[in-house]
């Protein structure tokens, strides 16, 4: 069973960035779908942004496109999430996932990391 392990979370001020990372353990990542997703209190889970198995396509949930980018490392097993341009509406448990299929839904998921917090001040 693969473990995703999430980093980077924190307290930043609006406009301000931050990097999220994901370690995931095993040999195949290199093999996954990998994404992001979020959940604000009180909301549903929405998805942020999922890259291909070789990191050659990206997808960005609506929300965040032009501010948030993924990129991955498979050399190091990692996945990350570069967010720029924070607004407090990002606050959010921040959380990693392998994807079953391209998609962008909590259901596509066939494995989730256990998250890191972001909060954005205004």
């Known amino acids: 069973q693969v473990q995703l392990v999430e980093s980077g979370g924190g307290l930043v001020q609006a406009g301000g960035s931050l990097r999220l990372s994901c370690a995931a353990s095993?040999?195949?990542?290199?093999?996954?779908?990998m994404g992001w997703f979020r959940q604000a209190p009180g909301k549903e889970r929405e998805f942020v942004a999922r890259?291909?198995?070789?990191?050659?396509?990206?997808y960005n949930a609506e929300l965040v496109k032009g501010r948030f980018f993924i990129s991955r490392d498979n050399a190091k097993n990692t996945v990350y999430l570069q967010m720029n341009s924070l607004k407090p509406e990002d606050t959010a448990v921040y959380y990693c996932?392998?994807?079953?299929?391209?998609?962008?839904?909590?259901?596509?998921?066939?494995?989730w990391g256990q998250g890191t917090v972001v909060t954005v001040s205004s």
């Open positions: 996932a392998i994807l079953r299929v391209p998609g962008a839904r909590a259901e596509h998921v066939g494995t």
């Open positions: 095993g040999r195949t990542f290199s093999m996954y779908i």
């Open positions: 890259i291909s198995e070789s990191g050659g396509s990206t």
